[in-house]
């Protein structure tokens, strides 16, 4: 299993390594060894799917790593209904953005480095799931955080795309901070860091222990998946190529958080307080992105703005404690899938449009792009929840889920899901009619046209997953799958009937479709956006995350940072810089003394011995 790993690992080191001898061959190199970890991958859930469930969690020890005193920790790795999951949605839809890169990048001078930078961001997240201890899953955190950091800012020549980068790394840092506390507080309290020893002594931990540590995971959790605090640098990270957009939101990163509170579940089904601010921070999130999706004129940020939403669904979802866990993660699946194709389509029409974003300068292009309308067309389907497509199956699911409980929370998470699907049908159906449909406002330079096959192949075939892998997963009983990780759900009956919710759903994401094309697809779309209403610019200026963190964070740290080198400049340094000129001072006038004639030598033992015999004279 450990080849899972080390196939893309070796593929970022020859490219690195290699340095511009790898050129000619290094990008399908570094293709081939993402598909061969997929087969790997592949061939060892088959064997998974053989065994017995409750034989399900294989640990696989690999080399002792930490040997000290009493404490051991070895690398090791685990495999088990969770870990095989992500492995395979990583290895297959990362391996199929792999190819689509070779198209997309094909005239970039740095492509080499590029897929270098592909195969460090999938061997990453590898690590991350497949460790079987906080401490290495730590390991491929920080991986991850390093190659997205890289590869959002790959484009550096552009400074704002570097500081793009650099936002992420920063915010990701703050979460990092968080898992950080945690392991060490589980190793202070538990004695140990795997997820087998923290699961079996958790039973055993004060309730505020297990409050504080589903706190703090939590903080990680949100820097990584972009949620509320910590969003605010997921829409600028569409800096980079597009083909990374499509990774990060769909198989990689922003993933990582709904996976560590799902592995982490045996501290979270202890401590309520910590579960009820999962499920806080996910409304909180997926209301917030699906706002901000609905006043975006850029198809990158608003599609930034739909993953922050569909996370904060999954998000509530791993809230909501056992019933939820196995939602959040079947939603993860099927919308790596549609968002992954979607954002391959947003490529696709920037490379028929000279690169542009603004879909304002768009429109009637399905006429122009068949196969990327198509294609585009079944992800937006799928993730309005059109009956029958992929996010039908996944996230009606927690929609249901949100409705089971007692007193406000059902019906506060409830109908917050509920209402976020209707808006969700709005935005997305905006961005499809503004994109494809209508009237067509292009510049006069713009020749829109199909992309190469490199590119359409992947978009065909996550269009497939966008249609079926929902229905797939639920004829699999997939939720039953993840039993062993997550634990049985005991049935509870929402506190409406499930026919009453399903009907509500349908209603608003047909209120939600008919508004978008009577506004975009039918009526005039004005080139120029309009001021708009105060909710639109709130929402355009991303509920002023941007303002808050300079005014709450970067401003006071600046004013801070600038008193202390004005104190160090005029207190400190002029202190002793003073002292150093009056001790140099004092020494060149005794210097001045000694100038080798005896007449003054003379006169300085005459003025002394008047001076000592003034002294004497005094004193008596």
Same mark, same amino acid.
């Given at each position: 299993?450990?080849? &899972? ?18 050129? !000619? +061959? ?17 061939? !060892? ?46 290895? +297959? ?20 480095? +590029? +897929? ?27 991986? &991850? ?14 400074? %704002? ?34 997820? %087998? ?97 609905? %006043? ?103 929609? *249901? ?42 510049? *006069? ?135 150093? !000129? ?17 007449? !003054? ?8 011995? &008047? ?10």
């Amino acid at each position: 299993m450990w080849l &899972v790993i080390a196939l893309p690992l070796l593929g970022a080191g020859l490219l690195l390594v290699g340095g511009r001898a790898t050129d !000619s +061959f290094g990008p399908i190199l570094a293709t081939a060894l993402s598909w061969a970890s997929f087969l790997v991958a592949a061939a !060892s859930f088959l064997h998974l799917l053989g065994l017995d469930p409750a034989q399900r969690g294989q640990g696989i020890g690999l080399w002792s790593w930490i040997p000290a005193g009493s404490f051991a920790l070895d690398i090791g790795l685990l495999v088990d209904p969770l870990s095989i999951s992500f492995v395979l949605l990583v290895t +297959f839809v990362g391996s199929l953005i792999h190819v689509y890169s070779l198209g997309y990048m094909e005239h970039d001078p740095a492509k080499r480095r +590029f +897929f270098a930078y592909l195969n460090l961001f999938v061997a990453a997240m590898l690590t991350l799931v497949l460790a079987d201890s906080y401490l290495l899953l730590y390991v491929g955190w920080e991986g &991850v955080g390093l190659a997205s950091f890289l590869l959002i800012s790959f484009w550096n020549w552009n400074p %704002a795309y570097a500081a793009a980068g650099n936002k992420a790394f920063i915010l990701n840092r703050v979460g990092d901070f968080g898992l950080g506390i945690a392991i060490m507080l589980m190793f202070a309290t538990f004695g140990t860091v795997t997820f %087998a020893g923290v699961s079996a002594a958790a039973p055993n931990a004060s309730q505020g222990v297990l409050t504080a540590l589903g706190l703090l995971l939590l903080l990680a959790a949100c820097g990584k998946s972009a949620q509320f605090p910590l969003q605010s640098w997921l829409g600028d990270a569409m800096a980079g190529p597009t083909p990374v957009s499509a990774l990060i939101h769909a198989a990689t990163m922003v993933t990582a958080g709904v996976y560590l509170v799902v592995r982490s579940n045996a501290i979270y089904t202890l401590s309520p307080d910590a579960q009820l601010a999962v499920t806080i921070v996910g409304a909180i999130t997926l209301t917030m992105g699906a706002i901000i999706g609905c %006043a975006k004129d850029d198809i990158k940020k608003a599609l930034a703005a739909s993953t922050m939403s569909q996370i904060g669904y999954m998000m509530l979802a791993a809230g909501l404690g056992p019933i939820g866990y196995a939602f959040a993660i079947f939603h993860l699946l099927t919308h790596g899938f549609f968002k992954a194709g979607m954002f391959l389509g947003a490529g696709s029409v920037m490379h028929g449009m000279n690169n542009r974003v603004d879909m304002r300068t768009f429109g009637a292009l399905g006429k122009a792009m068949k196969i990327t309308w198509l294609t585009f067309g079944l992800g937006w389907l799928a993730i309005i929840g059109v009956p029958g497509l992929s996010g039908f199956w996944s996230k009606d699911l927690i929609i *249901e889920a949100a409705f089971v409980g007692e007193g406000w929370r059902p019906w506060v998470f409830g109908l917050t899901t509920l209402f976020v699907a209707g808006l969700t049908a709005f935005y997305m159906s905006r961005l499809f009619f503004m994109t494809f449909h209508g009237k067509a406002r292009w510049n *006069e330079t713009d020749h829109p046209h199909e992309s190469p096959l490199t590119m359409t192949i992947p978009m065909i075939v996550l269009a497939f997953g966008s249609a079926f892998l929902g229905l797939i997963l639920t004829l699999v009983d997939f939720p039953r799958w993840l039993e062993p990780v997550t634990g049985h759900a005991v049935h509870h009956e929402p506190v409406l009937p499930v026919m009453v919710i399903q009907l509500s759903v349908f209603v608003l994401v047909l209120a939600g479709v008919a508004l978008a094309w009577m506004m975009y697809g039918r009526d005039e779309v004005a080139r120029v956006a309009p001021r708009g209403s105060l909710i639109t610019q709130v929402a355009r200026r991303d509920f002023f995350q941007d303002d808050v963190n300079q005014g709450v964070f970067v401003g006071p740290g600046l004013a801070a940072a600038g008193g202390l080198a004005y104190a160090d400049e005029n207190g400190l340094d002029s202190g002793f810089t003073g002292f150093g !000129s009056a001790i140099a001072g004092a020494s060149g006038a005794v210097r001045r003394l000694q100038n080798g004639f005896v007449r !003054s030598y003379a006169l300085t033992m005459l003025i002394g011995i &008047v001076a000592i015999l003034l002294g004497v004279w005094v004193v008596q």
